[in-house]
């Protein structure tokens, strides 16, 4: 009876230490990204934003490093209850003393998932301001091209892959249950595996930084409570695809008035 009562001290020990490491990972993540968005319009060449005239190699280093952490602060959060799950079948499966791996490396996994998403991101954003088509980390581009990126973000949010890959998200318990995989190398391939869904869900959304702001901290908190809206609420694949619509007549209007 002690050994049992000590084990569950043990195990709300541990998910209070995920929880709050969870927590303090976005928290400093939001506070550097609030900082970068608050500097924004007179920080550029400095050692926190990168040029806005000419990129060299350390101005990508800067960016990189920006959509980085802005991806840490806006996808961890939707990512919290897939990853307190993860860790609550690890440690019954630590109590029946079977294969189990840290939580955070599930969770080092999915991030690595969105490290390379932002080197995409920052590769675009290059290429973009260096074509002159996105003047300044505030965000502004052509009504043409703004439009059409929000109409084919909006036109995303009803394919079978956007509702497929929210399904995903939105089933923490049928993932882990479809995709297991043992060991510390099973955690990464899971984390993996769970980032990659969430790539397919949620990679044009992303793509609307380019229009609102890659730096507009409104904007950016607004798409990271959308996320959070469509893998939590129980109708939130009905809220994609309102959403979707939106982003269509958005983008149509912008190209009209454009």
């Not at 002690?2 to 043990?10: E, K, L, N, S």
């Not at 190699?57 to 960016?63: A, E, I, R, S």
């Not at 769970?194 to 730096?215: E, I, K, S």
């Not at 619509?245 to 983008?251: A, D, E, P, R, Y």
Request: include cysteine; charged fraction near 10%; charge should be positive.
């Amino acid at each position: 009876m002690t050994t049992g009562i000590a084990f569950a001290d043990v195990v709300r020990r541990d998910r209070a230490v995920v929880l709050m490491s969870i927590i303090a990972l976005t928290a400093l993540a939001w506070i550097y990204t609030a900082y970068l968005a608050g500097n924004a319009a007179q920080m550029s060449g400095s050692m926190a934003m990168p040029n806005l005239g000419h990129w060299g190699l350390t101005d990508f280093g800067f960016m990189f490093v920006m959509w980085a952490i802005m991806m840490v602060a806006m996808m961890l959060p939707s990512a919290t209850p897939m990853i307190l799950l993860f860790g609550r079948i690890g440690e019954q499966r630590k109590s029946k003393r079977q294969p189990f791996a840290p939580t955070m490396t599930f969770v080092a996994g999915y991030l690595l998932v969105w490290v390379g998403f932002s080197l995409v991101a920052t590769v675009l954003n290059w290429g973009l301001h260096a074509g002159g088509q996105l003047s300044s980390m505030m965000g502004y581009t052509p009504p043409i091209i703004g439009g059409a990126i929000l109409i084919a973000a909006g036109m995303f949010q009803w394919t079978p892959l956007k509702a497929a890959c929210l399904e995903h998200c939105r089933s923490p318990i049928s993932f882990l249950m479809a995709h297991w995989h043992e060991g510390t190398v099973g955690a990464m391939r899971m984390g993996l595996h769970h980032g990659a869904y969430c790539l397919g869900c949620c990679w044009m959304l992303m793509a609307l930084l380019f229009v609102l702001g890659v730096m507009n901290l409104p904007w950016v908190a607004v798409l990271t409570v959308i996320v959070l809206a469509e893998k939590a609420l129980p109708r939130g694949i009905w809220l994609s695809r309102m959403l979707g619509g939106f982003l269509v007549i958005w983008g149509s209007w912008l190209i009209v008035i454009g």
